[in-house]
């Protein structure tokens, strides 16, 4: 795919809507699957044909689980044919609260000055305290729940048990579950909650602990507010639908909805793609 100066981009997929354009005097691309809700931005013309491929990637993952063979192959040619000039694969790394994408090589100046989520320290559904030692060298998912959620929660905990069942026998892949009640999900209730719903100790930490500390690393750190693009404030309540992609060395590398199992999916291929970096 061959994007120029001045592009405009409409394409049609089986319904889905991508529109992507560059707006006279804004810095601004993006794109947006109309029917899903999915949303992918970038300032720089230059990631254009990755979000391309991202969203040939969504597409041809949900054809092909709603059967529909014919189009999903040729989704796949064209995902294939878009990344067949790339000698390796990579996922962008996400710096913002506005989730853009950079595509940044470790040759860049900017590689060093990557956003990385920083020391932490939280008691898990056992008593033990988790702390970015329990997750180094490992990629993780990590969101925010709360065990009296009737709403979003109980979708989000089964679709993170979806990726439990994927990785359950690779060490190398763990998944932490912050409470935003702390006060009243204490240790023996993340305990019940953990055995009620069948989260296996050392590879799923259901977290509890101090709230400013958990809302600040969450807002702060994780980007995890209810509002795309903006930090909230400390005390406002947390309830957000975002499963966070992090890397080995604690670096955001995709933010998923939590409610849609179709992103289960993309965040399966996503983990694998990481664990081939270094």
Known sequence: ISVKNGWKM????????????KRKGVKNYGGR????????????????????????????????KNRN?????????????CTSNKTKQTLPFINQPDFTPEWIQADDTAYKNMHTI????????????????????????????????????????????????????????????HSVTPDLDDVSVLKKYANLKGIISGKWHLLTGNQADIYRIAKKEYFAGDTIGFYQTNDAFLHTENFIL??????????????????????????????EEE
């Not at 970038?42 to 949900?62: G, P, R, T, Y």
């Not at 939590?258 to 664990?275: H, N, P, Q, S, V």
Request: net charge neutral.
């Open 69 to 81: 063979l014919f189009l999903g192959f040729i989704i796949m040619l064209v995902f294939i044919g």
């Open 10 to 21: 409409d394409c049609w997929l089986n319904g889905f809507i991508i529109k992507m354009e």
């Open 33 to 64: 699957m109309e029917k899903s809700g999915l949303i992918m931005s970038s300032n720089k013309e230059e990631n254009l044909d990755c979000l391309v491929i991202e969203f040939a990637k969504i597409h041809m993952i949900q054809l092909l």
């Open 118 to 177: 920083p020391a932490f320290s939280f008691y898990n559904q056992d008593g033990k305290i988790v702390t970015e030692k329990t997750v180094e060298g490992k990629i993780y998912v990590a969101n925010f729940i709360f065990t009296r959620c009737a709403s979003i929660c109980p979708v989000m905990t089964s679709n993170m048990m979806i990726l439990q069942q994927k990785f359950k026998d690779d060490e190398a892949v763990i998944f932490l579950s």
């Open 246 to 275: 992090v890397d080995k060395k604690r670096r955001i590398r995709g933010v998923y909805n939590g409610t849609l199992a179709i992103e289960m999916d993309r965040l399966i291929i996503d983990i694998e793609t990481l664990k």
